[in-house]
């Protein structure tokens, strides 16, 4: 006997209680999205129904390949020169650590040079002083200091010039 459609209402079947049947001239239960196969998917067809089809799988897009790159002459140089200044200040450091009492005595001294020169600076002219007053020849004596006057004139722009010196 032939096969025929029913054209009734969907009912509900007891086999798939889970599904929902979809009315078409052959009673279809739907397709649970983990039943459908590979290469199907919903497509909308021109009259506007969306139904299951075979569909061509989309090619992956093809890897670009890039040629490799030389590294840069600066890149290099850079890379070979970080160990030794890293060991530079390394050296640098260790020798400083040799160094600190040293360069501790060393600031000690230069302070001691720079009170010693600022005293030097504000003793010596007062000592100065002291020993004009000593000898007499300061202002606050009888005896006076000496002056030298000189008097000198000349004519004209390259005119001989003439001059007198007096002690007093």
């Known amino acids: 006997m032939p096969y025929e459609p029913t054209l009734q209402s969907p009912t509900p079947d007891t086999r798939h209680e889970d599904r929902t049947f979809y009315p078409t001239t052959i009673q279809q239960p739907a397709m649970l999205p983990t039943e459908i196969p590979p290469g199907v998917d919903w497509v909308t067809l021109p009259n506007g129904v969306r139904t299951l089809a075979y569909t061509q799988p989309t090619a992956p897009p093809a890897p670009v390949i890039v040629a490799a790159q030389p590294i840069p002459t600066w890149a290099k140089t850079t890379a070979l020169l970080t160990p030794t200044i890293g060991g530079g200040i390394a ?74 010196i007096n002690h007093r």
């Open 91 to 164: 050296a640098a450091g260790i020798g400083l650590s040799y160094a600190a009492p040293g360069l501790i005595a060393m600031s000690q001294a230069l302070w001691s040079a720079v009170a010693l020169i600022a005293a030097a600076a504000v003793g010596v002219p007062v000592l100065l002083r002291l020993g004009r007053a000593a000898t007499g020849t300061g202002t606050g004596t009888g005896r006076g200091s000496t002056h030298i006057t000189q008097n000198i004139t000349a004519s004209g722009m390259f005119g001989k010039a003439n001059g007198t």
